[in-house]
């Protein structure tokens, strides 16, 4: 057994490149792991310098100055940041509030349409099934609602959180587009000067992650602003709450779409019931997914990330449950990491 280890060990750890890069793989994982919601900050600032230093990168190869184009970048992003924390999320915590309080009327209202089932269906639905049914709905709201009142007591760290949010990720995001070239010089000094195993991998991670995350970004806004104007054209309520679902839903492939289908039939089911308004609507819905898988996706990802679907997936479950709703975002370009560390990894020749 130890003869059998060793070969295999021999095999593949043959180079001290191979070595260090293992332990640095154990220790980012140990650090996702252990720190990994204190990291959050800084994690999702460097995501976010990542993106801008790609509109950065073009704007100097435009011939503007560095200094101007880390600004202009650096602006942009502030106004979507802002934007986005300031405006939207709060009318979409709004609406979730509104949604909310009409929850109770809308399982009565659900009631009244199951009522039919036993009288057309009795072998299949009784009405005792019915009113459990009633019952399970009714149970969790109520566990919803102590939720939202646990939620509305731990508002004061919730506020503080996000004020260090508002203020300590715009100055990192700073910061790392402006001294981008100081800091990847003194974390490359504590690697060795030769290390084409680590240069490889970093630059077809480099190459396949920015098309990766800044695609995922531009289909996030595209979705999500074409999914808001169409609801609000079709007078669908919650049409904030609804699109932005819609919009993130496209961060995990295959299950993102089907999931949030649930909600936007529902709440058009207890907006009209079965009308022709929820045929447009749910129409409309198929339309954009349609279009989102058919044209988009290829379009802004015909570079990007090849993975089979069951890696996607397998990728989206165990980091998702390692690291929870970052590692859902960061499933396939963390999945794109594995595939490229497995490519890369030294050989010996035969």
Do not use: C
């Amino acid at each position: 057994m130890l003869d059998i280890f060793q070969k295999w060990y021999e095999r593949y750890f043959f180079e001290e490149e191979s070595i260090l890069l293992l332990v640095l793989l154990g220790v980012a994982l140990a650090l996702l792991l252990t720190i990994g919601d204190i990291m959050s900050p800084i994690l999702a600032s460097i995501v976010l310098a990542f993106l801008m230093q790609g509109l950065a990168t073009r704007l100097i190869q435009m011939g503007l100055p560095q200094s101007l184009a880390v600004i202009a970048s650096y602006l942009v992003f502030v106004g979507f940041f802002f934007g986005f924390m300031l405006v939207l999320m709060p009318l979409v915590w709004r609406q979730l509030l509104s949604l909310f309080a009409e929850l109770p009327r809308m399982v009565e209202q659900g009631r009244a349409l199951l009522q039919v089932l036993p009288e057309q269906y009795p072998h299949l639905v009784s009405a005792q099934q019915i009113a459990d049914w009633v019952a399970l709905a009714q149970a969790e709201i109520g566990q919803v609602g102590q939720t939202v009142l646990s939620f509305s007591l731990a508002s004061i760290p919730l506020m503080l959180t996000i004020l260090i949010y508002l203020i300590l990720v715009p100055l990192l995001v700073f910061f790392l587009l402006k001294d981008r070239e100081l800091i990847l010089g003194w974390l490359g000094g504590f690697l060795p000067h030769e290390r084409p195993l680590l240069t490889r991998i970093w630059r077809e991670m480099n190459e396949q992650v920015a098309n990766y995350a800044r695609g995922k970004v531009i289909e996030i806004l595209i979705v999500g602003a074409v999914s808001y104007v169409a609801f609000t054209w079709l007078d669908l309520r919650y049409a904030a709450l609804l699109a932005l679902l819609v919009g993130l839903s496209v961060i995990i492939p295959y299950i993102g779409a089907t999931v949030v289908t649930l909600p936007v039939f529902f709440i058009g089911l207890f907006q009209w019931g079965f009308s022709t308004e929820l045929f447009y609507l749910m129409l409309v819905y198929g339309v954009i997914q349609a279009l989102d898988g058919n044209v988009l996706v290829p379009l802004l990802f015909s570079e990007a990330v090849n993975l089979h679907p069951v890696a996607i997936i397998l990728a989206v479950v165990f980091f998702g449950g390692v690291w929870g709703l970052w590692g859902v975002f960061f499933a396939i370009p963390l999945a794109t990491l594995v595939k490229a560390v497995i490519n890369a990894w030294p050989r010996p020749t035969e």
